[in-house]
């Protein structure tokens, strides 16, 4: 089954950093866009950011412009998100997931392939 693997998150105070990895399982993510989701129990799971096949294209949702940064690394199969100057409403679970093409998408009724998620809690 492909799948994706999300690791990174855990407690940080506001202000801080932390850099999630989105590694895959049983395929090659080489040729399809990732985008990461995150989400809070009670709320529907927002978009937060997109990178293309080729790592070219990138996009981000206006919460988190200047302070997220995403990044791939194919011969890995792996894509990160760095997120920089946490806030208490950055706090959800975490998830990557693959679109069905090389370029990014909006919504994520299309993108396939989740993961179990990580945590990210930031709070004093």
């Known amino acids: 089954q492909w799948q994706f693997v999300e690791s990174g998150g855990g407690l940080v105070e506001p202000g801080g950093s932390l850099r999630l990895s989105c590694v895959s399982s049983g395929f090659t993510m080489a040729g399809y866009a990732i985008g990461w989701f995150r989400q809070v129990p009670g709320k529907e799971r927002e978009g937060v950011s997109c990178i293309s096949a080729s790592g070219a294209l990138k996009s981000y949702e206006d919460v988190v412009k200047g302070r997220f940064t995403i990044s791939r690394d194919n011969a890995r199969n792996a894509v990160y998100l760095q997120m920089n100057s946490l806030k208490p409403e950055d706090t959800a679970v975490y998830f990557c997931?693959?679109?069905?093409?090389?370029?990014?998408?909006?919504?994520?009724?299309?993108?396939?392939?989740w993961g179990q998620g990580t945590q990210v809690t930031v709070s004093s």
């Open positions: 997931a693959r679109a069905p093409s090389t370029l990014c998408m909006s919504g994520s009724a299309r993108f396939d392939s």
